[in-house]
């Protein structure tokens, strides 16, 4: 139990285009859902924190308007880089936390790998 | 600050061979650590997870401990196999209601023939 599938793997856009992610909890509601951005040989750093229902918990640096979250439901949350730019190429990975927490209650997805060109 | 700290960076073993992985965290109020795998291009699987009152468990080859009195966790593979090249990473979260994790920067292990 706790899947986290998260798609696409792989995304190659061009430099101003925009990027959808979706990160979908497939056998247990997540109350909340992390994204996070992975640099080569470093280790994730958090961007946002969402709530099903609620606007998303943006850290420190991290530009809300460009990098969009929705968490519409309790099984789907979805990151959206807006006109994306060579510098936004990196690994960003969701993580769900099922509801009513728990020591068990994070699942990470696959990954995303993001290449603007 | 809330941080956790792993050593090594990175280590090169022999297949067949041992190892073990070190972690040390500042993490204040301590619920429970974790110890992740994760795969090159892969998102982080979860190897083990200790709450405060737990000072060992196994997964396998994979056996962590923690000492919450001195904020230290380590990560023993034991006959260690190629499959096993990866980053581990060490994660803590904290009793509060953000339900961040914490990550260490992880050590990247690498296995040879």
């Known amino acids: 139990g706790a899947v986290v599938s998260q798609h696409p793997s792989r995304v190659i856009c061009k430099s101003g285009t925009s990027v959808k992610i979706e990160c979908r909890s497939l056998d247990f509601q997540a109350t909340t859902m992390f994204w996070y951005r992975q640099f080569p040989k470093k280790s994730l750093m958090l961007m946002a924190t969402?709530?099903?229902?609620?606007?998303?918990?943006?850290e420190q640096g991290v530009e809300k308007d460009k990098f969009l979250i929705n968490h519409a439901s309790l099984t789907l949350s979805t990151l959206t880089v807006t006109s994306a730019h060579p510098e936004d190429s990196s690994f960003y990975i969701c993580s769900a936390r099922k509801g009513g927490g728990g020591v068990y209650g994070y699942t990470f997805g696959s990954g995303t790998r993001l290449t603007v060109v | 600050k809330n941080q956790v700290e792993q050593s090594p960076q990175s280590l090169i073993i022999l297949e067949g061979k041992n190892c073990t992985l070190q972690c040390n965290y500042t993490v204040s109020p301590f619920s429970n650590l974790r110890w992740y795998k994760q795969d090159t291009g892969r998102g982080p699987v979860s190897l083990t997870i200790m709450t405060f009152s737990e000072n060992t468990k196994s997964n396998g080859r994979y056996t962590a401990t923690l000492d919450a009195d001195t904020k230290q966790s380590s990560l023993h593979i034991t006959a260690s196999q190629l499959s096993d090249s990866a980053s581990y990473i060490c994660v803590v979260s904290a009793t509060d209601s953000s339900y961040k994790l914490i990550f260490g920067s992880g050590t990247r292990l690498l296995v040879r023939p």
């Open positions: 969402s709530n099903e229902g609620s606007k998303a918990t943006y």
